[in-house]
C-alpha cells in the first residue's frame, strides 16, 4: 500500500513539475488563434485536475495546444479536430460531455427539474387562498396585535 | 404528498447506493477509446545509432502477443515498475518493446544499461507526438497488442501482482484465440 | 508530550460530545428539565478540550516537532511562522481538526447565545451538534489521528507545496470552515424541529442569523479562494469550476436559499418543510464537500482505494448523518403545518421562485461534479464535466435568478401590483436594453451573450437602487425628508440593499472581465516591448532574488499607457527549496476600469525571458461587489431584531390571524 501511494506521488511529480511557458508557436492571424483558443478551452488538460489545456502548465496540455494550432492553421473544421482528440482519448477529453445514453440526466436534468418544481410551485402558490383557514382572535391575541401593528407598519415591505 | 416527503430520501439513496456499488467495483478495468482499434501508423527511429527502429509492421507478429511499454528515464514510476517488466518480458508468447517518451537517448540508454533491458527492441518518440497517437497521457503507460489491434491499456506502473494476476491470463486468453 | 496532551484532550472533547448527545436528548423526551441543563456545560467544556487539542498542534507545528507524523509530512522548519500555523490546517488531519474545533465552537455559540430558547428546543440543538461532533471525534481518533507519532522522528519535514504559501491561501480554509461549520446550526434546528413537530416564525428567527454568520463565512471564504487562484496561478483565472470549489460553492448556493426562504417562514409562517429541508440539504453539501474532496474520491474512484478505512467511515458517516436526517423529514415534516396565505405575485412567491432557481442551480453543480465518478463506478465510463458545460448550463439558470432578484424586490408582501411595478421599472428597463445595444456597437462582432448579460447585470443594479429610492420616497418629498428616511432604515434592510448590490457590481464585473479580457504572450529579449490594449509592456531587466525558502528571478518592467502614464512592475518566479516547484508572484496593477497582470516565466535561451501579460477589464468589480455583499451581511446581522440569540416575541398564531383580515 505504501508503495502505491509513494508511486502516486512520484506519479504525479513527473506530470507537474513544469515550468511557466510560454507557446512559441502561436498564430499569427488573430481570428485563428481566437478560435484556436476556443477549442483549447472545450479540451481536458488529460493529466490535471478538471483544468482545460488552455491554461494548463503540463508539458501534454502544451502538445496538445501546438495539435490544435497546428490543425487550426491547416483550416480544419472544429468537429474534426475535436473528434482528432476523442478518437485518441474518448469523450473523456471533452469538458463538455457530448450528449451520449450515459449523459442525459446530465443534460436533461435540470430541465426536468425546473418542469417538476416550477409545477409543485405553481400549485403551491395558486392552492393556498383555498386550503388556509384562519382562527378567529382571542381577546390576548387581539391586544397583542394591535401592539404588533403600531410598531411594526413601518417595517413591513423592508424585510431583507 | 407522501412520496414527496420521501423523494430526498429516496434520491440520497440512489445516490449512496451508487457509490456503494462504484467502490466495491474495484478494481476493474477502464476501457479506453484505443481498446479494439489498430495501433497507429508510425515509425520510431531506435535508440541505438546502429539498431532498427519501431513501427507499425512490429505490431503484427502471428500468434505472439505485443506488449508496448512507454517509458522514460526521468520518470519515477518508471523506474518502480522495471523489475516487473523484466519478468513480463519473459512470459511466453509476450514481445516487449519499448518507447522511450520523451527521453535524452543517452539518459534511456543509461537507464537501461543500469537497471537492465527488458525490450525486444526500443522506439525513440523524442517529440511524444507518436504518444498522442496511442492515447497516451504520461509515462509508464503499457499497450497489449494482438494483430495490430489493442487488446488492453495499462496506465500507470506494472507491478508484480499485475504480471502475475493481469497480464498473464490476458496473453493466455489472448494466444488462445489463435492468429485469426 | 504535548502531542500526547492533544491526544488526550481530543479523547476527552469525544466523552464530552457522547454525554451531550445522549443526557440532554433523553431529558428533552422526558422533559428532565436537569438533564437538559447539562447540554450547555457539556458544549463549552467539548469547545474547551477540542480548542486544546488544536493548540497542541499548532504548537507542535510552531516548534517543528517532526516526530509527529503529520507536522514531518507537512512543515518544514524554515517556513515563515504565518505558514506553519497555516500548515496545521493544510492537510488532511489538520483540517479535520479545526473543521470539529469550528463544530465546538459554535456548539458554545448556541449554548452562550441561545439561553432564552425553549429549554427542550436548545438541548435537542446542542444534542443534535454533538452527534456531527461524536461522528468527527471518532473519525479522527480511529483513521486519521493528527497526533501520531513517528517511530524515526526524520531530521527535516517534507515542505508544503509552496502554491499554497500565500497570505490569501493561509486564510481561505478557517473562513471556508467557519461557513460550512456554521450551517451545522441551521441544520441542528432543522432536526431539533422535527423531532420537536414545530417550525413556527420564532423558529425561523432563530435560525437566520446562524445562517447569515455561515453564509458570510462562505463568502468569505470563497472570495478569498478566488481571489488566491487569480493572484497566485498565474493564469488570470478565478473561477474554474472545479470540484473543489464546486464543494464550496454548493452550499453557499444553498446557505442562499435557506436565507431567503426562512423569510417566508417568518413572515407567512408558510414554506416550513422547504426551509427545513434546505437547512439539511445544506449542510449535508458542507459535509460532502469536506469529506469528499478531501478523500479526492472526486477527482478518482481509485484515491478512495489507497485508503479504505477512511472511505468506508467517511461514506458510512455521511450515510448515518443525511440518510437519518432525509428519514426524520420524510416522517415527521408533515407536522410541519402550512399558515399564512399570499398571492401569486406577492414578495413571498418571488422568494418561492427564487429559491426554485436556485436550488436547481445547486443540483446542476452537484450532479455536474458527481458526474465523471458515477459514470466511472457505473458504466465504467472515463467522463469530464468542466467549465464550459457549467458556464453554459449554470449561466442560462441565473439569467431568470437575477431578474427575479430585481424583480422581486419591488414586490409588496401578500400581494404585488404588478402595473405599478412594470411602470416604475420601465425607464430602467430602457436604460438597461440601451447598454445591451450600446455593447454590441462597441463590441462589433462579438457574441450576444456578453451583451445581454451586461444588460441583466446593469438592470439588477439599477433596480436596487430604484427600490431604494422608491423606499425613501426620493423625489415624491422634500430630499431632506428622504434622506432621514434613509438613515431610518432598520440595518435588516440596509443589509437587503448591499447585499443586492454588490451581487449585481460583482455580477457586472463577472460578466466584463470573463468576455473581454485580453492575453498577449511572447519570449522577449531584455529591452524588447509588447503590446496589450493602451499599454506598451517593456521587460528593463531580470534580476536574481532570495528568499527565505526560496529563490526567485525578478522581472523589472516598465508599463506605459497611452496616455503617458507609467509605472514599474515587479513580476516574480519563484522555485522552492523544499519542492521542485515554480510559482509566480505576478504584478498587478488594479484600476476600475481593469487589472494589468504580468507573469515572468522560464528563462528561454540567454537573455530571453517567456512573459505573459493580461488584461481584465473590471477585475476588481468583483471583489468590490464581493466585499460589499459582505458588508450587507454584517450590517443585517447587526440588527435589533436578528441579533443573535435574542428570541421573537411574536409567535405564529398571531401573525396568522394579522393576515387573514
Partial sequence: MRVLILAAFLFALTLDANAIGVDKDRLADPQQEARAFKIMKQLRCLVCQNESIAVSDASLAEDLRAIVRKQVRAGKPDAEIIAFMTSRYGDWVLLKPPLRPGTVILWFGPLILLVIGGFMVFRFVRQRPETAIARPLDADEKKRLKKILGEKNEQEGNMP | MLIRRFLPLLIFIGLFVAFMVGLTLNPREIPSARIGKPVPDFSLPPLEGDGVGLSTADMTDGDNIIIVNFFASWCGPCRLEHPSLMKLAKLDGVKLYGISYKDKPENSLSFLKTLGNPYVRVGMDLKGRNAIDWGVTGTPETFVVKNGIIRYQHIGPIYDVQVGELFLPLVKKLRQEGPS | ?661
Avoid at chain 3, 505558514?83 to 465552537?105: C, D, M, P, Q, R
Avoid at chain 3, 431578474?403 to 408582501?413: D, E
Avoid at chain 3, 428616511?485 to 435588516?492: G, Y
Avoid at chain 3, 443585517?636 to 428570541?647: E, H, V
Wanted: hydrophobic share 50%; charged share 15%; aromatic share 12%.
Fill in chain 3, 1 to 661: 508530550m504535548i502531542a500526547e496532551l492533544g491526544h488526550f484532550s481530543l479523547v476527552l472533547a469525544l466523552g464530552l460530545a457522547v454525554l451531550q448527545v445522549i443526557v440532554p436528548m433523553v431529558g428533552a423526551a422526558r422533559d428532565d428539565g436537569r438533564m437538559m441543563m447539562l447540554a450547555r456545560p457539556a458544549a463549552y467544556g467539548q469547545f474547551l478540550f477540542c480548542l486544546l487539542a488544536f493548540l497542541a498542534l499548532t504548537y507542535c507545528y510552531i516548534i517543528s516537532d517532526f516526530s509527529v507524523a503529520v507536522v514531518a509530512r507537512n512543515s518544514h522548519s524554515l517556513k515563515p511562522l504565518l505558514y506553519k500555523i497555516s500548515g496545521v490546517w493544510g492537510n488532511h488531519e489538520g483540517s479535520i481538526l479545526l473543521w470539529v474545533t469550528f463544530l465546538a465552537l459554535y456548539g458554545a455559540l448556541v449554548a452562550f447565545f441561545g439561553r432564552n430558547l425553549p429549554r427542550s428546543l436548545q438541548a435537542r440543538v446542542l444534542a443534535v451538534q454533538a452527534i456531527i461532533g461524536v461522528g468527527f471525534y471518532l473519525f479522527m481518533l480511529l483513521t486519521s489521528n493528527p497526533f501520531e507519532r513517528l517511530a524515526n522522528v526524520p531530521f527535516e519535514g517534507n515542505g508544503m507545496n509552496p502554491l499554497l504559501q500565500d497570505p490569501g491561501l493561509a486564510f481561505h480554509p478557517p473562513f471556508l470552515y467557519l461557513g460550512y461549520v456554521g450551517l451545522s446550526v441551521a441544520f441542528s434546528f432543522a432536526i431539533a424541529a422535527l423531532i420537536e413537530g414545530r417550525v413556527d416564525p420564532a423558529w425561523a428567527r432563530w435560525v437566520r442569523p446562524w445562517t447569515l454568520l455561515a453564509w458570510l463565512f462562505l463568502t468569505i471564504g470563497i472570495t478569498l479562494g478566488s481571489w488566491w487562484a487569480y493572484y497566485e496561478l498565474g493564469w488570470g483565472g478565478w473561477w474554474g469550476w472545479d470540484p473543489v470549489e464546486n464543494a464550496s460553492f454548493m452550499p453557499w448556493l444553498a446557505a442562499t436559499a435557506l436565507l431567503h426562504s426562512a423569510i417566508v417562514v417568518e413572515k407567512r409562517n408558510s414554506l416550513k418543510s422547504w426551509t427545513v429541508l434546505l437547512a439539511i440539504v445544506a449542510f449535508s453539501f458542507s459535509l460532502l464537500g469536506t469529506f469528499i474532496v478531501r478523500s479526492g474520491i472526486i477527482t478518482s474512484v481509485h484515491a478512495f482505494a489507497t485508503d479504505p478505512k477512511r472511505g468506508m467511515f467517511i461514506l458510512l458517516f455521511l450515510g448515518l448523518v443525511i440518510g437519518g436526517s432525509f428519514l426524520l423529514f420524510a416522517l415527521r415534516s408533515d407536522r410541519l403545518q402550512a399558515g399564512g396565505l399570499f398571492a401569486p405575485v406577492s414578495r413571498e412567491s418571488g422568494l418561492v421562485i427564487n429559491n426554485l432557481f436556485l436550488s436547481v442551480a445547486a443540483a446542476v453543480v452537484l450532479y455536474g461534479t458527481l458526474h465523471p465518478l458515477l459514470s466511472d463506478a457505473l458504466f465504467g465510463v472515463k467522463s469530464s464535466v468542466g467549465a464550459p458545460f457549467f458556464n453554459l448550463v449554470f449561466g442560462f439558470l441565473m439569467i431568470p435568478v437575477v431578474m427575479m432578484m430585481g424583480l422581486g424586490v419591488h414586490f409588496k408582501w401578500k400581494r404585488a401590483d404588478i402595473r405599478g411595478i412594470s411602470q416604475r421599472l420601465a425607464a430602467i428597463t430602457g436604460l438597461s436594453l440601451l447598454a445591451v445595444l450600446m455593447t454590441l456597437y462597441v463590441a462589433y462582432g462579438g457574441s450576444l451573450m456578453p451583451a445581454i448579460w451586461v444588460g441583466i447585470a446593469l438592470w439588477l443594479l439599477l433596480s436596487m437602487f430604484q427600490e431604494l429610492g422608491h423606499r425613501i420616497k426620493l423625489f415624491r418629498v422634500p430630499f431632506g425628508d428622504s434622506l432621514r428616511r434613509l438613515m431610518r432604515q432598520p440595518r435588516s434592510s440596509w443589509g437587503m440593499s448591499l447585499g443586492h448590490i454588490g451581487f449585481a457590481i460583482a455580477l457586472i464585473g463577472i460578466v466584463v472581465t470573463s468576455s473581454w479580457n485580453l492575453e498577449v504572450q511572447k519570449v522577449v529579449k531584455i529591452g524588447e516591448s509588447l503590446t496589450i490594449g493602451d499599454h506598451t509592456v517593456t521587460l528593463k531587466d531580470v534580476i536574481p532574488v532570495a528568499g527565505p525558502n526560496y529563490s526567485a528571478v525578478r522581472g523589472i518592467v516598465t508599463v506605459t499607457a497611452k496616455d503617458g502614464k507609467s509605472y514599474i512592475a515587479y513580476p516574480e518566479s519563484r522555485t522552492y527549496v523544499s519542492s521542485p516547484m515554480t510559482t509566480t508572484e505576478g504584478d498587478v496593477a488594479t484600476t476600475l476600469t481593469g487589472d494589468l497582470f504580468i507573469v515572468i516565466g522560464e528563462a528561454q535561451g540567454l537573455d530571453q525571458w517567456g512573459m505573459r501579460v493580461y488584461y481584465k477589464p473590471m477585475q476588481v468589480w468583483l471583489w468590490i461587489g464581493a466585499a460589499i455583499m459582505v458588508l450587507g451581511g454584517f450590517i443585517s446581522l447587526s440588527d435589533r431584531r436578528y441579533r443573535i440569540g435574542t428570541p421573537g416575541k411574536a409567535t405564529g398564531i398571531i401573525k396568522d390571524a394579522r393576515h387573514a383580515h
